[in-house]
């Protein structure tokens, strides 16, 4: 033991040097690993795996676990809202670089602005609205563009909320979230939920400003922080893997109920190896790893459902909201319920009891 307290410094100074250079490359690999969740199991596996122990047990056969269909997402060009535009006359826009205006109409009359997306329209347009607001007073300007600009002022106040909805029915980040993708969340993935929430509530008090007419609460707001929180969605794409893990949770949890109802009771009271070799399943595989994971999963919809509720309240995509995460969320409540269930029976039937954990 000595000995081998002192390997690395009998090495050659090379050999030490690429052994250590090796043993910083490991450590710099198990902290990556460590912070990104991957050293987690991986929730097929986890699923698969005690699916695996209870058909060595039971009667159960192992089939394809197939998603029912959601129904489409309503298309753009049929949610999106028509904008009127506003004009202002050529020599008036000269006059407005009394008060800051007139670069940023101008930015809205070039060929960038006439192509922007529905987040930075959205954003130009709350920067504008508080841009004019001061500029109603300003003693340079003429009574004649005085009023015009408060025709203007009052016409978008009003064309706010349609810009707002097209905003959250049509950016292609926020349909994404709700189209979800072919990607599981693993074990641990609530350590990750803090950064997509608190931009779901970013853009929830954006569109609380937005509809109570609140100019104070919106000041300061223009499209690059509305970006910023697209962007935290983006990146991650935490909202469209926790309602495919939502989904796929409940078409796995749902076939696996079907075939358990299924099982005789009766016949593995009789079997008193059987009935301790799912005991053990249940308290040290499902209790302790599956029904932790499918926790975790009811947990996030706690979270995130209630700000994508309310997000998109009164919009086209409301019911869309509904069917893809709300109505998936409550569904693997139920069959956790159901699956728990079981155990129970099986308990109440059989003597000696086999020990339940509640859902």
Known sequence: MGNNRNWLANKPAQAQSNTLRFLRYLLLAMLVLSNSGCSRPDA?????????????????????????????????????????????????????????????????????GKVMTSSN??????????????????????????????????????QLPLLLENFLTTDPTLRKQLSGQQRLLRQGASQAVTAPLTALKNLNRLKQAIMTGEEAAAAGIDSHYINQQLEVLYQGNFVADW?????????????????????????LCRQPAKLEILNNILTQIFTQR?????????????QLL???????????????????????????????????AWYQQLQQQCRPKVGVSGA
């Open 44 to 112: 097929d596996q986890l699923l698969g795996d005690y699916q695996q122990r209870l058909e060595r047990v039971l009667p159960l056969t192992r089939a394809a676990v197939e998603l029912s269909p959601l129904p489409t997402l309503p298309a753009i060009r049929e949610v999106r809202h028509s904008i009127a535009a506003s004009q202002v006359d050529l020599l008036d826009l000269v006059a407005l670089r009394h008060c800051n205006l007139q670069q940023l109409v101008a930015e809205r009359n070039n060929s960038l």
């Open 290 to 302: 599956v029904q932790a994971y499918l926790a975790e999963l009811d947990g996030l919809s706690y």
């Open 121 to 158: 329209l959205l954003g130009y347009e709350l920067q504008l609205q508080q841009a004019i607001q001061p500029c109603l007073h300003h003693p340079a300007l003429s009574e004649k563009l005085r009023h015009e600009l408060q025709q203007i002022h009052v016409q978008k106040q009003q």
């Open 306 to 340: 209630p700000e994508l509720q309310q997000l998109y309240l009164g919009t086209a995509l409301q019911e869309s909201v509904e069917q893809r995460l709300a109505e998936p969320a409550s569904q693997l409540r139920d069959l956790l319920k159901q699956h728990v």
């Open 243 to 267: 309602q495919f893990s939502l989904r796929r949770s409940n078409a796995w949890l749902s076939a696996l109920n079907q075939q358990l109802a299924q099982v005789p009771l009766d016949t």
